[in-house]
């Protein structure tokens, strides 16, 4: 019950994709190949708030080889080009919307390529997709007053309700980023449990509001995929990331710090 689980986070499923999104992109070949290896290898995969309630139910276990795959943002090639694959092979997903970048009456132009409809979410969830938050307009919620950050994170529940009838339970931190606040927000908004990055496992330990993902890239050849599906050398594969996310994280605390004390001064 507390073995670790893969989470696979990807972006854009497509042929050509922006140059914006072009290296956390997957080509849909690609994309078929890595779901029919999960196949192979006998894989379950698990909506979030599947794995969520299981972890949270005491005497359940998690099924043989679980994983979870979930798609950030929004992006249209989920639908045209990764839902034929999960429906061939039967596989749960989950979706995190970022509701102001889809196309249609709450689009408010900030979507990074050609973005889903809502007509084609509901076809997501119709399917079995989990579809789940992402903020309204996809900024780093940790940098965002109190005001703000409760804004995106109700006008995405609220958007996603009205839309498809039903509360979305689970959330993803735009950009992975979050902190004791953000969390803490999360949580208050009616979200269930909650995604980071962290290029790790998810273990039951890391609580439901900072469960950890790996990230799929367009350079992600299948041997690599492989590893990270079998936990193996995760480490070593994100090691120029995670030197990254430490160093921008000292930018982004300065950053902060000098917004509150300016905000003190005011």
């Known amino acids: 019950m507390n073995a670790p689980v893969p989470i696979l986070m990807y972006h854009s499923i497509a042929h050509e994709p922006t140059l914006e999104t072009r290296a956390l992109s997957v080509s849909p070949g690609a994309f078929t190949e890595q779901l029919e290896l999960l196949g192979e290898r006998g894989f379950t995969p698990l909506s979030t708030a599947g794995l969520a309630a299981i972890w949270r139910t005491p005497g359940r276990t998690l099924p043989a080889r679980p994983v ?16 034929p ?10 979706l995190f919307v970022s509701t102001g ?13 050609v973005m889903l409809g809502w007509d084609q979410v509901r076809e997501l969830a119709a399917a079995g997709t989990e579809i789940g938050g992402h903020s309204h307009t996809h900024p780093q919620l940790d940098q965002l ?13 609220e958007i996603v309700t009205d839309e498809l009838g039903t509360d979305p339970a689970s959330f ?20 269930a449990q909650s995604l980071a990055v962290g290029n790790a496992l998810a273990r039951r330990s890391q609580g439901p509001y900072a469960l950890q993902r790996v990230t799929v890239r367009r350079s992600t050849g299948i041997e690599e ?40 001064r005011v």
Request: aromatic share 12%; net charge positive; hydrophobic share 35%.
């Open 225 to 264: 995929f492989e590893r990270l599906v079998e936990g193996r050398a995760i480490a070593r594969n994100f090691a120029r990331d995670r030197a990254h996310t430490k160093g921008y994280a000292v930018v982004r605390r300065a950053r902060q710090a000098r917004r509150k004390a300016t905000r003190t």
């Open 145 to 157: 007053d109190d005001d703000d950050l409760w804004f995106e994170l109700r006008r995405c529940k």
């Open 68 to 83: 979870l795959i979930t798609f950030d943002d929004g992006y249209e090639g989920v639908h045209r080009h990764a839902l």
């Open 85 to 94: 694959v999960l429906a061939k092979h039967g596989f749960a997903s989950t």
């Open 101 to 113: 970048w889809l196309r249609g009456a709450h689009d408010t132009g900030g979507g990074l390529d």
């Open 172 to 191: 993803a931190y735009p950009y992975g980023y979050s902190s004791r606040r953000v969390r803490r927000m999360v949580r208050g908004a009616g979200f």
